[in-house]
């Protein structure tokens, strides 16, 4: 999560995406698998909603478009490759939305809520008060689970529940980037800590953003504040490591893990001034013991925050955050979807 809000509070939003940083580096092209096809995806879509301001983006398959999330609204909306968008997840209960996943296997659409007061719905009562995982239907939208994060952490006085990751057999796993710890959800809605560690956060309040989950067997996460990417074991999630890095992910937001093996970082100075609107591509040869940038290319389009991974390619949302979040609390109607 990303958010100019959090950094009053000691930073409380942000996630990695597909690697950004100044200097870009040579490297050789992408395999196939990689590479985007000819299809109905353009290279750039220009999203128009009212105020929507997304912050999550995932792939449907099963629409062959994009679903995005809405700080404003707490909505889950379909994006259309012309930029059409229509509303798909609507509940009364959330009041801001945030990282999200598609899990097509099991027909479902989970999404990070939280409330930063940016919200149509946000109350002096439940900013930063309120934080979960909403679990709904794929095709209708429906409610399955609403999991309520803030009570595994009785003690913390601010939540900013940021982003989602589901692994194979349907967990998801779930950050806060204003405290010490990762969740775990299964697949009935039953919650749990996956680890609480205070060698999480940057020694000012500020947590893990982004998150995957890599198929060996463990997660990927970043501290958007001082921008340490962490290899997290599933089996034993307390011996968690820090991945050597050539330089920090200063900003580091949202994630995606690309067919080929590679991570795509996200990052941005929405709530770090030491982050830059960037997108990273990092690589490792050791099971990410240590890893190192391969692309780190300053993005085109305000305030990146995360990307999806599609058949076409990885795509970047910049869904006007700056604005939202910005000190006269204004709202823009469009937001951009752009192929790395």
Do not use: C
């Amino acid at each position: 999560m990303t958010i100019k809000h959090l950094a009053a509070a000691a930073l409380a939003a942000a996630a990695l995406l597909a690697g950004t940083a100044t200097g870009a580096t040579g490297a050789s092209p992408p395999p196939a698998s990689a590479t985007p096809a000819a299809a109905p995806v353009p290279r750039q879509i220009t999203g128009y909603a009212p105020a929507l301001h997304p912050e999550g983006i995932a792939w449907d398959p099963t629409r062959r478009a994009f679903l995005v999330s809405s700080v404003r609204h707490g909505t889950v909306s379909v994006v259309r490759p012309d930029g059409r968008t229509t509303a798909l997840v609507s509940d009364p209960r959330v009041v801001s939305t945030y990282g999200l996943h598609v899990d097509a296997v099991r027909g479902r659409i989970l999404v990070a809520y939280a409330d930063l007061g940016v919200a149509e719905r946000s109350e002096p009562g439940t900013v930063h008060r309120v934080g979960g995982l909403g679990v709904y239907d794929l095709r209708t939208g429906r409610p399955l689970h609403l999991v309520d994060l803030t009570r595994l952490s009785p003690g913390q006085e601010r939540f900013a529940v940021n982003d989602v990751a589901v692994g194979a057999d349907g967990t998801a796993y779930v950050s806060d980037v204003t405290g010490d710890a990762i969740y775990r959800v299964d697949r009935r809605g039953r919650a749990s800590v996956l680890v609480r560690d205070a060698a999480l956060t940057d020694g000012h309040g500020t947590g893990v953003n982004g998150l995957v989950v890599h198929p060996d067997g463990h997660l990927l996460a970043v501290n958007y504040g001082d921008g340490r990417l962490f290899r997290v074991p599933l089996r034993d999630p307390g011996r968690f490591t820090e991945v050597a890095l050539p330089a920090p992910l200063h900003g580091g937001d949202g994630l995606a893990l690309r067919p080929d093996g590679a991570l795509v970082a996200v990052t941005n100075d929405l709530a770090n001034p030491r982050g830059t609107d960037a997108v990273h591509v990092l690589r490792s040869r050791d099971r990410w013991r240590s890893a190192a940038a391969v692309v780190s290319r300053p993005w085109p389009v305000r305030g990146p925050s995360t990307a999806a991974h599609t058949p076409y390619g990885v795509h970047v949302l910049s869904g006007r955050l700056e604005i939202v979040f910005g000190p006269d609390g204004r709202t823009a109607d469009d937001f951009v979807v752009r192929r790395l």
